[in-house]
């Protein structure tokens, strides 16, 4: 595969800052919400790197354990074994410790899947688009494993579509990236489908797909379990692309009896 060319798989690379994912918008963001806290600094030194990842830890540990509630700067130092004032240093609020959480799981999820999806983009469409929304709902049910006042306030705007699209270039996305993404990969697949629109079936493919997956979270996260969910985003997402093939002219030669 060669990753230059490729929209949706990612070649090894650095994910953004986390100054620079909350710095994007883009204009067709789905569920908008304010921008997340960042932090005060970024960790230079290897002391420093640990700390931060000490105190992300430590908040990670309490949510599990006691739930978002639980989940103070008090605490989170005390957890961590480092001064509340050295937690300042990084992190204005538990807010800002939280958000750091949900782009380290994602940043995670984001580095297991690259490679495997690099290897879907070989098959099929549907078997492309299938890899993708299940990997996208494990990253979802990961997310709300911490709770669902954390997925709602923390992890909601995260989309798993643009973090990978992040590892292929070298300038922040947007979701109108991500649609023209979409497009190269229903341009490369071009056989497999029927639909001329590509821009309209890209647009519904991204951003359809993503607001029934942010309604089902937010509604029936129970139902995120169910084995016909991949199948059925699936068969939806094929269906956009499928067009309406052009019926035989009357009388033609394959239409006689």
């Known amino acids: 595969v060669n990753f230059a060319d490729n929209p949706v798989m990612p070649p090894p690379a650095t994910l953004p800052s986390a100054k620079a994912r909350t710095a994007r918008r883009g204009p067709h963001r789905a569920m908008p919400v304010s921008t997340p806290p960042a932090t005060r600094r970024q960790p230079v030194q290897k002391r420093a790197e640990f700390t931060v ?4 830890g430590a908040a990670h540990e309490l949510l599990l354990k006691q739930g978002v509630d639980a989940v103070t700067t008090r605490q989170v130092a005390e957890r961590a074994g480092v001064a509340i004032g050295t937690l300042y240093q990084y992190f204005p609020d ?18 297991k899947t690259a490679h495997h999806l690099a290897n879907l983009y070989r098959h099929t469409l549907e078997e492309l688009m299938s890899g993708l929304y ?12 911490l709770g669902h006042d954390f997925h709602r306030r923390h992890a909601r705007h995260l989309n798993f579509g643009l973090y990978l699209r992040d590892k292929i270039s070298n300038t922040p996305q ?3 990236a991500l649609i023209s993404a979409m497009q190269r990969v229903l341009s490369d697949h071009r056989d497999e489908i029927v639909e001329t629109d590509r821009d309209l079936a890209s647009f519904m493919i991204v951003r359809g797909m993503r607001n029934m997956v942010v309604t089902l979270v937010e509604e029936r996260p129970d139902l995120l379990e169910s084995k016909a969910l991949v199948p059925m985003l699936t068969r939806v997402a094929m269906a956009i692309v499928a067009g309406k093939k052009s ?11």
Do not use: F, N
Not at 247 to 257: I, L, N, R, V
């Open 53 to 56: 990842k000490a105190i992300i």
């Open 94 to 111: 538990r807010d800002a410790i939280l958000m750091q959480l949900a782009y380290m799981i994602m940043d995670e999820e984001v580095s």
């Open 134 to 145: 299940e990997r996208s709902l494990d990253v979802e049910r990961r997310m709300l494993e």
């Open 174 to 176: 947007d979701t109108d």
């Open 247 to 257: 019926e035989m002219p009357t009388g033609s030669a394959d239409s006689k009896g």
